[in-house]
């Protein structure tokens, strides 16, 4: 069965197949860094790592670039406002987003260029539309360079807007532009601004628009035409948009499809430092276990809109420990870890018709199901196929919990559950005693008292298994 995947361009699912045989060239929009990430951000880099390991399942070699943008009017402004040089402040944020990948399982991208490193590329382009009649520089001494929109017919073809319905882009002062939809090449220096913060151009000295930095990188390390760009569906218009016109413009295929994973919601709103409701993952990942927020966001489909409570975080992270559960009992069986099986057809299916993990999902907890029924019958053979079976499909979706990532020092900061697991097993072990002297009110009491501390209790045919239950608070926390 091939590989179909959901084309926003041409808002069609359709078969996928790459330009090169055997590689698949993966464009990604990173974080402008501006401060941590949060949730909603690094959903769109769960989603496209699934993607990633997926088509390496399917025998491709996948190249992946993920930019950052490490210079941009957010930045400067929040740089200064907080006292600090714009490139310290970004570069901590980088180092956040980098600790946000490992913390929920993902990847690193084969290449993580920064905007800064690369203004050549980008005026080498804005050269190529200046002389293809598709830029200009602003006539009023600004040191402005913008796209020309009315140059591009096929302008809107992304996001399937008419130009003259369209609001004017607001990235720059119109005054100096031709048509008040023309966006910002390059931003001419500004009084007031870092000189740090500009280059030197045949225009004067200035630094990249946004839109620009993905066009010049993509090109860079991928070439004129590369297989899938992504990112957040909020970024399709302008952004996205902006980077298609200005690349063909310039005689450059550009990609071949484009794919936008849906946004992250409280209360209907999309979730974002502006309206001040981020949830940011090195804050979440200290109520919730990393393996389990990950698992949160790729149960929901990548098209589908997330609309986000602790509560559901809490029972996505319950049913996954169901899933975790007949893992740890059946190599308790077996005594030992099988070989990945094949996915099962199923899961296969699912996964290749746009990656559909919900439907890939219920063939997991099929699995579960009967894998426990064949615990429950001690049929060794029959625990071992289904073991075997669930650990190909969670490799896929990067929800393996015996993976070492999960238990690197960026998933666990401290040692705090070595010492309770100490004082658990001290109480389990005074459990078994009054178990084994027919003791029934102690050995409640002890395992009434371990409940209240938030450690769920399992008596299995090898003896008593332990795991924390979620933070109480978790479902009750409001959301600010």
């Known amino acids: 069965m091939s590989f179909r995947l959901y084309d926003t361009a041409s808002r069609t699912v359709r078969d996928f197949v790459p330009a090169q045989a055997g590689q698949v060239r993966?464009?990604?929009?990173?974080?402008?860094?501006?401060?941590?990430?949060?949730?909603?951000?690094?959903?769109?880099?769960?989603?496209?790592?699934?993607?990633?390991?997926?088509?390496?399942?399917?025998?491709?070699?996948?190249?992946?670039?993920?930019n950052v943008t490490d210079i941009d009017d957010k930045i400067l402004s929040k740089a200064a406002a907080a006292g600090r040089p714009w490139w310290a402040w970004a570069y901590e944020h980088e180092r956040a987003l980098d600790r946000a990948y490992r913390l929920l399982g993902c990847e690193p991208p084969t290449y993580q260029p920064r905007a800064t490193g690369h203004v050549p590329e980008m005026l080498e382009l804005i050269d190529q539309l200046i002389d293809r009649g598709h830029?200009?520089?602003?006539?009023?001494?600004?040191?402005?360079?913008?796209?020309?929109?009315?140059?591009?017919?096929?302008?809107?073809?992304l996001s399937g807007q008419k130009l003259d319905e369209m609001e004017p882009a607001t990235d720059a002062d119109p005054r100096a532009k031709r048509d008040p939809r023309d966006f910002a090449l390059w931003k001419g220096h500004k009084e007031g601004e870092p000189d740090t913060a500009s280059w030197s151009s045949p225009h004067g000295?200035?630094?990249?628009?946004?839109?620009?930095?993905c066009s010049a990188m993509a090109g860079k390390y991928l070439g004129d035409e590369f297989d899938?760009?992504?990112?957040?569906?909020?970024?399709?218009?302008?952004?996205h948009e902006n980077e298609l016109a200005q690349s063909r413009a310039a005689g450059r295929p550009f990609a071949r499809f484009w794919m936008h994973n849906a946004m992250v919601?409280?209360?209907?709103?999309?979730?974002?430092?502006?309206?001040?409701?981020?949830?940011?993952?090195?804050?979440?990942?200290?109520?919730?276990?990393?393996?389990?927020?990950?698992?949160?966001?790729?149960?929901?489909h990548y098209r589908s809109v997330v609309d986000f409570s602790e509560e559901a975080l809490a029972e996505a992270g319950s049913a996954f420990r169901r899933i975790e559960g007949f893992v740890e009992r059946a190599e308790e069986l077996l005594g030992e870890r099988p070989n990945p099986?094949?996915?099962?057809?199923?899961?296969?299916?699912?996964?290749?018709?746009?990656?559909?993990?919900?439907?890939?999902?219920a063939v997991v907890f099929e699995t579960v199901r009967a894998g426990n029924t064949a615990l429950a019958e001690q049929d060794q053979p029959a625990v071992a196929a289904s073991l075997a079976s669930m650990l190909a499909m969670l490799d896929a979706l990067g929800l393996d919990p015996r993976d070492a990532m999960?238990?690197?020092p960026a998933t666990a900061p401290d040692r705090s559950r070595e010492t309770v697991a100490a004082l658990v097993e001290e109480l389990l072990d005074a459990r078994a005693r009054a178990r084994a002297e027919q003791d029934y009110a102690t050995a409640d009491q002890i395992r009434d008292r371990l409940a209240a501390a938030g450690v769920v209790v399992e008596d299995t045919p090898s003896g008593a298994r332990w795991e924390l239950a979620p933070p109480r608070e978790a479902a009750t926390e409001s959301v600010t």
């Open 205 to 213: 000295r200035g630094r990249p628009g946004w839109h620009l930095e």
């Open 406 to 408: 999960w238990a690197t």
């Open 341 to 361: 099986a094949p996915t099962p057809e199923a899961f296969n299916t699912a996964m290749n018709d746009d990656l559909g993990v919900p439907q890939a999902l």
């Open 26 to 66: 993966i464009y990604v929009c990173g974080l402008t860094v501006q401060g941590p990430p949060h949730l909603g951000h690094i959903r769109k880099d769960v989603a496209f790592d699934v993607l990633r390991r997926w088509l390496d399942r399917l025998g491709y070699e996948v190249v992946v670039v993920a």
């Open 228 to 239: 899938i760009h992504g990112g957040g569906l909020d970024l399709r218009f302008p952004h």
């Open 265 to 300: 919601n409280i209360s209907g709103e999309k979730m974002s430092k502006s309206i001040g409701n981020s949830l940011l993952v090195d804050e979440l990942v200290k109520r919730f276990r990393p393996i389990e927020i990950r698992y949160y966001l790729v149960a929901a």
């Open 135 to 157: 830029a200009y520089v602003a006539h009023d001494g600004s040191g402005d360079v913008y796209f020309d929109v009315r140059s591009w017919p096929a302008y809107g073809e």
